[in-house]
């Protein structure tokens, strides 16, 4: 059975995220040469430049431009100092070579995500016809599953694995042991805020290395 753990966020139980952990993310990268003129259209969104329309062999909406022509794309501007734009809509610049990729969630993003399936897991329990249900357990999708375990104070445990993994129940509540060891015992820390323990974060990552070498038989 596939082990593959992509990341493990640690929700407070107001809502905001106190620990994200981006552990095996899949590197998604496409290179091709276009030719004039370009049949992708690109924006630029959040301070990068953004597929829109157009996606093809592998080039998906919402890729970031990373190069053109190998030269690192940092903005709208390339290494050689280059507005991007510029370039792709000038024809004596083709052949290009432009590098896609899919962009990894930024800090603020994920703190957005986290706040997003609060009301979500709360929604969950107020549609269920029998009373005192736990909310979302598990979410599952063609490319990944994300489950989740709420304690008793309110706080939830995600992970977001490979949709084929089973025993996450197992790694959450081995996580849940980790946080209860290393931070709730610590006592320079607070509840409710992020948790920065680099015994939680060594322990958590021996946990994961463990989990997908050799499954959840031996925890």
Do not use: W
Not at 78 to 98: A, C, H, M
């Amino acid at each position: 059975m596939k082990m593959v753990i992509y990341g493990v966020y640690i929700v407070s139980k107001s809502g905001g995220l106190i620990y994200n952990y981006d552990h095996n993310i899949p590197k998604v990268e496409t290179e091709k040469t276009f030719g004039y003129p370009l049949d992708i259209k690109l924006e630029y969104e959040n301070k990068k430049v953004v597929v829109v329309f157009g996606q093809r062999d592998g080039i998906n909406v919402s890729h970031v431009l990373l190069t053109v022509n190998g030269s690192p794309v940092t903005g709208r501007t390339t290494e050689d100092g280059r507005d991007v734009f510029e370039v792709i809509e000038q024809k004596e610049n083709y052949p290009l070579s432009l590098k896609f990729g899919r962009p990894r969630a930024t800090t603020n993003e994920k703190i957005v995500l986290a706040s997003m399936f609060y009301p979500l897991f709360a929604l969950a329990s107020q549609l269920s016809p029998v009373p005192k249900s736990s909310g979302i357990e598990t979410l599952t999708a063609d490319t990944f599953k994300l489950s989740c375990f709420q304690t008793l104070t309110g706080v939830k445990f995600i992970v977001v694995t490979d949709p084929n993994m089973q025993g996450a129940d197992i790694v959450l509540k081995r996580i849940y042991e980790l946080y209860s060891d290393y931070a709730l015992k610590n006592p320079f820390y607070s509840l409710e805020m992020p948790i920065r323990c680099e015994l939680f974060d060594t322990s958590l990552h021996t946990l994961l290395e463990l989990v997908e070498k050799s499954g959840t038989s031996n925890l």
